[in-house]
């Protein structure tokens, strides 16, 4: 087993970095409030509210969700950067908001036609509601009624999808049978003490209470799997024992994987758009949202993997340790992209990929495989680990590239080194397995292998 994960310091050493940073970047807004300084584009009702929570007690231990709210704020602080720089061009806008959650809401306005300025006071108005309704939903644990409805847009990565709301840390689940299809809710009151929230249903107010059948939710340990919500409101939690299977397997495999796992996943939300991979947030820590209807059971024990690799490095990143100097110029070749991605992508996508390197070697070297895997899944497990080793090797003359552009640091360089060192020392494992492949997918191997040595490096 390779000492990558056990023994290198480096890879246990990241735990407490997103909650230093939450505290350092919630230190950093109440000093900001405490100097009363007023912007004149927020609303002086979203200003006044603002400095009264950010005083709150609630705020003062870390938890995914608050680091996550605090993020909304640092949003609502870059579009009163655009604000004060005067953006004129709505290709700008697009561009700006080009990975944010906001964009379908913006292309909408500008395809009405409507100016740059006015289109950022909508969106600031927007992100004003959207801060302080999700503290009281997800964080405050006292109860609040707004002076009038307010308007909660769903967050569907922790789950919120089709009508169904899933608030605060205990995940309660709200079923709004009104709203199937809905993104935004129109919240007149939440009382946390009675687990009740009510919505504003025509001209009536409605009180829902939260559901409390299992099959809403599982928990297996710390780790909460959701179940997913159709366009009718009904609750599939038919992948559950689909993930539990992965787990064991990774479990019985290495405990060294099965605890990093453990140590940056708590939440895993389904995905079942034919069109959605899975994906994670680097603003949500732990929450992966898993596609769980066109992979199968080895693409499972994979993406729950990756998207832990993904927390993993953003927790890292959150240190105080620079590994990357981003920006966005676009010059190296990413192969999982087939396209130049600028440093960001690049790293994150060696780093991230690692996991599937270092999960697909194991099992392709694991002496009960078959009693988990069928032929084909170990044909497949096979050439993902000879893959994933052709793909990470080619970044490595690109990597090498941006640290003598000065776009990686030190430590960076000493991150992805130990990746490299990983596969310099696995070519006796690669051979092993290359000589298990079925004659098609070693051609596929070595096809692929062509493709990147035919890429120009920069």
């Known amino acids: 087993m390779s000492p990558l994960l056990s023994k290198n310091p480096i890879f246990d050493s990241n735990n407490t970095n997103l909650k230093e940073s939450y505290d350092q ?4 807004l109440r000093d900001d409030v405490s100097e009363d300084e007023v912007s004149p584009y927020l609303s002086n009702e979203f200003q006044e509210e603002l400095k009264d929570i950010l005083g709150r007690q609630e705020l003062e231990t870390y938890s995914p969700l608050k680091f996550y709210w605090l993020n909304l704020i640092d949003k609502i602080v870059d579009t009163l950067s655009l604000v004060e720089e005067g953006v004129s061009e709505n290709n700008e806008l697009i561009g700006f908001y080009s990975d944010s959650d906001l964009l379908g809401f913006i292309v909408d306005l500008v395809e009405k036609n409507e100016e740059p300025e006015d289109i950022l006071e909508k969106v600031i108005d927007f992100q004003e509601i959207q801060i302080i309704c999700f503290f009281h939903l997800h964080i405050s644990k006292e109860n609040w009624q707004p002076n009038g409805p307010v308007s909660y847009p769903l967050t569907p990565e922790i789950g919120e ?27 007149a009151g939440v009382f946390h003490d009675r687990k009740q929230i009510q919505i504003v249903n025509g001209d009536d107010v409605v009180t829902v209470t939260a559901e409390q ?34 787990l064991n397997v990774i ?11 453990h140590n940056y996943t708590h939440t895993i939300v389904p995905l079942y758009q034919e069109e959605l991979v899975s994906y994670s947030m680097a603003i949500l820590p732990g929450y992966s949202s898993i596609n769980v ?5 080895v693409d499972m024990v994979d993406d729950l993997l990756h998207e832990n690799g993904h927390h993993f490095l953003n927790a890292l990143l959150e240190g105080e340790d620079e590994i990357i100097y981003e920006d966005d110029d676009k010059i190296f070749y990413s192969p999982w992209r087939k396209a130049l991605r600028p440093i960001r992508g690049l790293y994150h996508g060696l780093v991230t990929f690692y996991w599937a390197y270092r999960l697909f070697k194991e099992l392709s070297v694991w002496e009960a495989r078959s009693d988990h895997f069928s032929d084909e899944e170990l044909q497949k497990v096979y050439y993902r680990f000879l893959e994933e080793a052709v793909l990470i090797r080619r970044c ?5 590239q941006a640290y003598q552009l000065e776009k990686v640091t030190d430590f960076g360089m000493e991150v992805v080194g130990l990746v490299f060192k990983e596969l310099e020392d696995d070519h006796s494992v690669e051979n092993e397995v290359r000589n298990l492949l079925k004659t098609e997918d070693l051609q596929r191997l070595k096809e692929l292998e062509a493709d990147l040595n035919s890429k120009k490096l920069i």
Do not use: W
């Open 251 to 261: 479990n019985c495999l290495s405990s060294d994987l099965s605890t990093i796992f």
């Open 293 to 297: 209807r066109d992979r199968d059971f």
């Open 396 to 400: 490595k003359t690109e990597i090498d």
């Open 161 to 187: 999808t089709n009508g169904v709301l899933v608030l605060g840390e205990e995940k309660d689940i709200y079923v709004l049978e009104d709203y199937k299809g809905e993104a935004i809710i129109p919240v």
């Open 25 to 28: 970047f919630l230190s950093e």
């Open 213 to 246: 059948a299992s099959n809403l939710k599982h928990k297996i340990g710390e780790l909460t799997l959701m179940a997913g919500f159709d366009k009718e409101q009904k609750a599939d939690s038919s992948y559950f024992s689909k993930v539990e299977k992965a």
